[in-house]
């Protein structure tokens, strides 16, 4: 057994620096000297707060609408589950700029339902709210799959005995589901969050890439590369950092899910 | 009378014949062998499972009659329940528990504070009320859902198997307990046990399914 672990173990190695290697060159590239530039660009600062309004808004969107559905999800009939589950999975898989182009096909101006969007007033593409839908679509899956994957291993028998206890499924579930599922929903969020902080391919795509408008992190990292490179990097390495620190909070976040 | 079962549940191959009245003050022991249907009964009561045919009145009260298109929903029938698995919130204490019933039911949230605690006190829990269910032992996670099934003030108790899994000394101590909940309980008490005495000291009459 060890034995085997020991010849595989260079193979896992290689698999390591796969991911290991980018990330310390990124580390080494870095111009740590003008970090502080990083902090006083205009195209970064803007871009961060466009990411943290549009991230956190979607994310809010994601929890209450993904955790009806996933509850949804977790009641019905395991053939209508098996449908609904690869059709909320389909972002996963997608390339993000194909999502952007379906959005623009769905609710651009010349969409399906452009013309009734701007009947009402209402233009999409290219304002920020575009970029809020282009991450509750990539962002969804990863909340509604969490949180119903926990929906299904619940004691169903609580709920029973709510319902005799004299409550409708609506009270059931606030004053019982939800407050058993408090750590499934938060790691869900958190991946949700952090999916959406990372978005790129579909907001570019149908929220477009205008600075202090829809320019997110991501955008203005991609922007950064053409004319500062070095503060492309400053800026990557500081997205490196955030997303090492949203895995260590969900690390524990995890374990307090298995434990309960 | 208050509580007449006379139809027939049907689940996949199983079938489950009932012709039965009970009357309130009765505490009626249901024996009979695994699968002859015991806990059936109870969750058809509860309305968990629902007739095939006949009717399911409590009180007067029409609960169930698929000839007639009649289902009341479980939180609208008036019923305490103890499960076999008691099916406690295990992130909640005792006494949260407790007033989870008490909220369902609308008490004012005044009154659920003092009501939670003479609840457990009553079945000898009052000492566990801010303990976590997760945390109890077979015995008091036990009592915790007797005071639970007590606390809507239900017109008919289900007990089913309340006093499984605990050893001789809290079991002795719990039967106690129990002994004087039934005594006052003024409505039908239907109580799935296994134990000759549990059902000598407890229950009024039996009601064997086979």
């Known amino acids: 057994?060890?034995?085997?672990?020991?010849s595989l173990s260079v193979i896992a190695y290689v698999a390591m620096s796969m991911v290991l290697i980018p990330i310390m060159g990124l580390f080494i590239r870095v111009p740590w000297t003008r970090i502080g530039d990083l902090f006083a660009s205009d195209t970064a600062r803007t871009a961060f707060w466009i990411s943290l309004q549009t991230s956190l808004i979607a994310t809010a969107v994601c929890l209450l609408l993904g955790i009806p559905l996933a509850w949804f999800m977790a009641n019905v009939s395991s053939r209508l589950h098996s449908v609904l589950r690869a059709i909320v999975t389909i972002p996963v898989v997608l390339p993000p700029v194909v999502g952007g182009i379906a959005l623009l096909a769905a609710v651009g101006r010349?969409?399906?339902f452009g013309d009734l969007l701007s009947s009402i007033g209402i233009t999409l593409p290219y304002t920020r709210s575009a970029v809020v839908l282009s991450q509750v679509l990539v962002a969804m899956p990863f909340l509604v799959l969490a949180v119903e994957n926990h929906f299904r291993q619940l004691d169903r028998g609580v709920v029973d005995a709510s319902r005799v206890m004299g409550m409708s499924p609506l009270r059931s579930f606030f004053l019982v589901v939800l407050p058993m599922s408090w750590p499934a929903?938060?790691?869900?969020?958190?991946?949700?969050?952090?999916?959406?902080?990372g978005e790129f391919g579909a907001s570019i795509t149908f929220a477009g890439s205008l600075r202090g408008r829809t320019q997110t992190l991501p955008m203005a990292v991609y922007e950064l590369l053409e004319n500062d490179w070095e503060l492309a990097m400053g800026l990557s390495a500081l997205m490196v950092v955030f997303a090492a620190a949203v895995i260590l909070s969900l690390r524990?976040?995890?374990?307090?899910?298995?434990?309960? | 009378m208050s509580l007449s079962i006379h139809g027939r549940v049907q689940r996949g191959n199983f079938t489950l014949d009932l012709n039965e009245e009970f009357h309130n003050?009765?505490?009626?022991?249901v024996v009979g062998p695994n699968g002859a249907g015991k806990s059936t009964l109870l969750h058809l009561v509860a309305g968990l499972v629902r007739l095939h045919?006949?009717?399911?009145?409590?009180?007067?009260m029409t609960c169930d009659a698929p000839e007639q298109d009649?289902?009341?929903q479980p939180e609208n029938r008036s019923i305490g329940m103890m499960f076999q698995g008691l099916h406690l919130v295990p992130q909640f204490s005792s006494a949260k528990n407790v007033e989870l019933a008490l909220q369902a039911r609308k008490v004012s949230r005044a009154q659920r504070a003092a009501l939670r605690g003479s609840l457990l006190a009553q079945v000898g829990a009052g000492h566990l009320a801010d303990r976590k269910t997760a945390g109890l032992s077979g015995g008091e996670a036990q009592r915790v859902a007797l005071a639970r099934a007590l606390a809507g003030q239900p017109q008919v108790l289900l007990l089913?198997?309340?006093l499984s899994a605990i050893d001789a000394d809290s079991r002795e101590q719990l039967r106690l307990a129990l002994g004087n909940v039934l005594t006052d309980f003024p409505g039908v008490v239907l109580l799935v046990s296994h134990d000759p005495t549990d059902i000598e000291s407890l229950a009024t009459r039996r009601l064997n399914l086979y």
Do not use: I, Q
């Not at chain 1, 057994?1 to 020991?6: E, F, K, N, P, Q």
């Not at chain 1, 524990?252 to 309960?260: D, F, G, K, Q």
């Not at chain 2, 003050?25 to 022991?29: F, I």
């Open chain 2, 160 to 162: 089913d198997e309340p």
């Open chain 2, 25 to 29: 003050g009765e505490v009626v022991a």
């Open chain 1, 1 to 6: 057994m060890r034995r085997t672990a020991g």
């Open chain 1, 110 to 112: 010349r969409g399906v």
């Open chain 2, 53 to 60: 045919e006949g009717s399911l009145v409590v009180n007067g």
């Open chain 1, 252 to 260: 524990s976040r995890l374990l307090n899910t298995s434990a309960a």
């Open chain 1, 185 to 197: 929903v938060v790691a869900g969020a958190v991946l949700a969050w952090a999916r959406s902080v």
């Open chain 2, 70 to 72: 009649v289902y009341v």
